[in-house]
């Protein structure tokens, strides 16, 4: 299963409402994960279940989707938010990962 | 607080082989899964190779099988993967990684990075 992500890349400030989607080659129900990743960081998650938001996580971080297309939303961006997302897929193996979107600062 | 540790990584040259081991502490290691996965600049994230709580179930990414062995001692609390015939395309940073509190990746190591070169 490949999994497609877009933007690869945008830029956005502080206080700005992001939004990431991930498409899937063929259904995958909700079995799909949202992951942040800073450099030199191990990736850290976010979301599962598509639409779960992992304890920790500020509620800023949302996820939408079933099926073949997800979306991921922060809401208003923070300092801290600027970094790599990637999505993952576990309803099969290999449990492939998305390209990754980068958040960098406008 | 559950941690993995990743070691064994390094220069090795194409067609040795390597092991990796990840150290888990602060968890019932016995109880969970365990997944490697590796990162590369150009690839990006990729997972490689799953096995059960018992070791009775293994997956591996298709570009790894035959050469790549996952293993585990729940005794020892480590996880392992042996890799054989390595390719320079096999170079990346390797992270262990656990379903703990969900059924997803929600616990990774540092990771550890395996350069294949001559």
């Known amino acids: 299963i490949q999994l497609t992500q877009s933007p690869s890349s945008l830029s956005a400030s502080v206080g700005d409402r992001v939004t990431i989607t991930c498409r899937a080659s063929?259904?995958?129900?909700?079995?799909l994960a949202w992951y942040q990743q800073k450099p030199g960081k191990a990736p850290k998650l976010l979301i599962y279940?598509?639409?779960t938001l992992q304890s920790g996580v500020p509620s800023r971080f949302s996820g939408s989707g079933s099926g073949t297309d997800f979306t991921l939303t922060i809401s208003s961006l923070q300092p801290e938010d600027f970094a790599t997302y990637y999505c993952?897929?576990?309803?099969?193996?290999?449990?492939?990962f998305g390209g990754g979107t980068k958040v960098g600062i406008k | 607080q559950a941690q993995l540790v990743e070691s064994g990584g390094g220069v090795v040259q194409p067609g040795r082989s390597l092991r990796l081991s990840c150290a888990a502490s602060g968890l019932t290691f016995s109880s969970y899964a365990m997944h490697w996965v590796r990162q590369t600049p150009d690839k990006g994230l990729e997972w490689v190779a799953v096995?059960?709580?018992?070791?009775?179930?293994?997956y591996y990414l298709d570009s790894v099988k035959g050469r790549f062995t996952i293993s585990r001692d729940n005794s020892r609390n480590t996880l392992y993967l042996q890799m054989n015939s390595l390719r320079a395309d096999d170079t990346a940073v390797y992270f262990c990684?656990?379903?703990?509190?969900?059924?997803?990746?929600?616990?990774w190591g540092q990771g550890t990075l395996v350069t294949v070169s001559s």
């Open positions: 096995i059960s709580y018992d070791g009775s179930k293994i």
């Open positions: 993952q897929q576990l309803s099969s193996y290999p449990h492939t």
């Open positions: 990684a656990s379903p703990v509190d969900t059924p997803y990746f929600d616990h």
């Open positions: 063929q259904g995958i129900s909700s079995f």
């Open positions: 279940a598509a639409s």
